[in-house]
């Protein structure tokens, strides 16, 4: 079984400033993990995951999450918020390589981000 | 590489009708999923089709079905529409090798349907 939770569905910062979205996870096995990035009225890209290869992992446009197994935490950083970055995030746990169960989606963070 | 294809973007049906959203998938992507957006439920997964054949369903009516071709696109059906089938319809494929599931998902833009 697994689940995730997204700690807050509304994130507001100012242009400039750190971003930190915050997911939380339940697996029964060692999980691959994934942020997911969603424009109004587009379709989901991909950030980065993680899948058991090293805890820190960098993505793209300057994202980057950190996997603590010991939190089981996968939360989403970025050392400087540009406009652009206002859209909705979602982190996302599936089951390792190898197996198929379905994926599951966190409710969704929506980042605000003020100029 | 074209990427996960979408079609209608938009369209506007009233109760009772039925309707078929189509969805292209990456070439070389054999699995296909669907999910429907809500701003109340959030991301919903419908139904995961590979090879022709589904290999998991989520917690939907049977109003909603779907198929795969052996092109591996993708269809999916809702009979008789209901007010609350209005959503954000997404399609994402997979490359699932060997029939593993890899993780990654490549989404397409999405089918706004509108029910009235």
């Known amino acids: 079984a697994q689940s995730v939770t997204q700690l807050d569905s509304h994130v507001s910062v100012s242009e400039g400033t750190p971003v930190l979205l915050r997911c939380n996870y339940s697996?029964?096995?060692?999980?691959?993990l994934f942020w997911y990035v969603q424009h109004p009225n587009k379709g989901l890209q991909l950030l980065l995951k993680?899948?058991?290869?090293?805890?820190l992992v960098k993505g793209i446009n300057g994202f980057e999450a950190e996997f603590k197994k010991s939190e089981t935490s996968f939360h989403l950083t970025k050392p400087s918020a540009h406009m652009s970055d206002a859209a909705e995030y979602f982190c996302?746990?599936?089951?390792?390589?190898?197996?198929?169960?379905?994926?599951?989606f966190g409710t969704g963070t929506k980042l605000q981000v003020i100029p | 590489k074209a990427g996960v294809t979408q079609t209608p973007r938009y369209l506007i049906k009233t109760r009772g009708q039925q309707v078929t959203l189509s969805c292209s998938p990456i070439?070389?992507?054999?699995?296909v999923s669907w999910y429907q957006q809500t701003p109340g439920q959030g991301l919903q997964f419908l139904f995961e089709?590979?090879?022709?054949?589904?290999?998991n369903k989520g917690n939907f009516p049977g109003r909603f079905s779907g198929r795969q071709f052996s092109n591996s696109r993708s269809e999916m059906n809702v009979s008789t529409l209901e007010l609350g089938d209005s959503a954000l319809y997404l399609c994402?494929?997979?490359?699932?090798?060997?029939?593993?599931?890899?993780?990654?998902?490549?989404f397409g833009e999405g089918s706004r349907l509108t029910v009235l």
């Open positions: 993680y899948t058991s290869a090293a805890t």
């Open positions: 089709y590979f090879s022709e054949t589904q290999r």
């Open positions: 070439s070389g992507h054999r699995s």
């Open positions: 697996s029964s096995y060692s999980p691959s």
């Open positions: 996302v746990v599936s089951p390792p390589s190898g197996g198929y169960q379905k994926v599951t």
């Open positions: 994402a494929s997979s490359q699932s090798l060997g029939g593993a599931y890899t993780g990654e998902l490549f």
